[in-house]
């Protein structure tokens, strides 16, 4: 689905970013705050984006509830601005959670967890602490973190047929804690250059290429402190583009301030 191709230009020009959280899922403003933060910003398309439900695990998501009640507060926002600013209502669906059940204006197919039940686990969270992070390496790949890196990209290459994606979110967000470590792409937790490392996100990429649906270069992860370059790494944006695949900038806002922040940075890689 390429719902939101129209926008190419305008998302290149800072001018339409959608990715963002409200209070109805683990973001700190109301839609109405970041709709008018948007305006006030010159946006000329806006969507928010809220957590899809995730049965596995209630604390990041919008209950089933709360999702009729969330976007029926942004389509009243969208008519209220329709003079100024494209207000869209879109969802940030899980790749576990499968297809999302309302009919949403886009989606972000995104892997927040991986599945270790066969392992003895459960359907484990990977984005929460370096500790959980470790956690899971530790219980239910015996400490391979190289293992627990093949299943999260095995599940990030499913992360378009199971959602209906029409952006890919964050494609490496597995690399969140592996900041700090000494010498190149040698991480805290892992080294980026480790040929199982690479074989293992090349093999999701050249899958989710075929779908033709564009890769965030989400900058989230900058706004709040955690890395000082965005989802995907370099080499994984170089390798993207050597393939002609697409991108597009993404803020993941969590409040008011972020909204197309940095965007300018990475204006040229997607010039193409
Ligand atoms: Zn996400
Ligand atoms: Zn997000």
Not at 74 to 95: K, S
Not at 243 to 258: A, M, P, Q, V, Y
């Amino acid at each position: 689905m390429k719902r939101l191709e129209k926008y190419g230009e305008l998302n290149r020009q800072g001018l339409a970013d959608f990715h963002a959280h409200t209070c109805y899922c683990d973001g700190d403003n109301t839609p109405a705050e970041m709709v008018r933060a948007a305006a006030d910003k010159g946006l000329k398309a806006f969507g928010l984006s809220g957590h899809g439900y995730t049965p596995y695990d209630e604390s990041y998501c919008m209950l089933q509830a709360e999702e009729a009640a969330y976007e029926a507060e942004v389509r009243a926002l969208a008519e209220e601005y329709a003079d100024r600013l494209e207000v869209l209502c879109g969802v940030e669906q899980d790749c576990l959670a499968g297809n999302p059940i309302r009919n949403w204006d886009y989606v972000i197919g995104s892997v927040h967890y991986i599945d270790c039940r066969e392992q003895g686990g459960g359907i484990e969270v990977i984005d929460e602490s370096r500790e959980t992070w470790l956690n899971i390496a530790d219980r239910y790949f015996d400490g391979d973190v190289y293992a627990m890196i093949e299943k999260y990209y095995e599940t990030e290459a499913m992360v378009c047929e199971k959602t209906g994606a029409d952006i890919i979110g964050h494609f490496d967000l597995i690399t969140k804690y592996n900041t700090g470590g000494e010498g190149g792409n040698k991480g805290a937790l892992f080294d980026e250059s480790h040929p199982r490392y690479i074989l293992a996100w090349q093999k999701a990429a050249d899958k989710l290429m075929e779908s033709g649906v564009p890769f965030e270069i989400n900058t989230g992860g900058m706004s709040r402190g955690y890395r000082t370059d965005a989802y995907p790494a370099k080499p994984i944006r170089d390798y993207i583009a050597a393939h002609d695949g697409r991108f597009i900038l993404s803020s993941d806002s969590h409040n008011t301030e972020t909204l197309c922040r940095w965007f300018d940075r990475y204006h040229d890689e997607i010039k193409k």
